[in-house]
């Protein structure tokens, strides 16, 4: 990510197990693009991101973490809408990629979550996407569903789109 790269970003990515998700793959690396390009953008240079896959019941909730400001919780619903950018937010952007992010997320009957990573001291920006799943009990694609990949290999061998992002 030429982003990535520019800020000297440091991005650790968690997974436990292979979990499928029967989504558009464009439509996921779109989600998870938007979210990281934000943990990127609004970090400080070389900080942490950690990109998180785990299981909460029947549900994989995928989380990004950051090292930034975070996002304070009266503006939490507003980010969402498209255009809208928090005031005196300095990176340049185009307020749609968390109504993006929204979107998908709604179309594939998703729920979106957002708080701080250090919750004392109120910094830190985590936004989770929980998305119903069908686990891969022996850690193979299933075959016999196409169009359903394991998530963390979706991930990984997304499509070269430089653009997808909002
Ligand atoms: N990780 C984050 N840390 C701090 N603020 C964020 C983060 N992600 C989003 N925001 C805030 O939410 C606003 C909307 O985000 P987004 O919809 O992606 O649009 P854009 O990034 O183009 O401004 C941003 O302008 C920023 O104020
Ligand atoms: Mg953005």
Same mark, same amino acid.
């Given at each position: 990510m030429p982003l990535a790269d520019a800020h000297q970003a440091d991005i650790g990515v968690l997974a436990d197990r292979d979990v499928r998700l029967a989504v558009d793959e464009v439509e996921l690396f779109t989600l998870v693009r938007n979210l990281v390009d934000n943990a990127i953008r609004y970090s400080p240079e070389g900080g942490a991101i950690d990109l998180a896959i785990g299981l909460e019941g029947d549900r994989v909730v995928l989380t990004c973490s950051d090292a930034g400001p975070g996002i304070p919780p009266d503006e939490r619903i507003k980010v969402?809408? =498209?255009?809208y950018r928090t005031p005196g937010t300095a990176s340049r952007g185009s307020g749609l990629g968390l109504s993006i992010v929204k979107t998908i997320a709604d179309r594939l009957a998703g729920d979106i979550r957002m708080g701080y990573v250090d919750q004392i001291n109120k910094v830190g920006a985590r936004v989770s996407v929980s998305l119903p799943v069908q686990l891969i009990s022996n850690g193979?694609?299933?075959?016999? /569903? =196409?169009?359903? /990949? =394991?998530f963390n290999r979706a991930a990984e061998g997304a499509p070269e789109s430089p653009d997808v992002a909002e």
């Open positions: 969402l809408e =498209p255009f193979t694609a299933d075959s016999s /569903r =196409p169009g359903c /990949r =394991p």
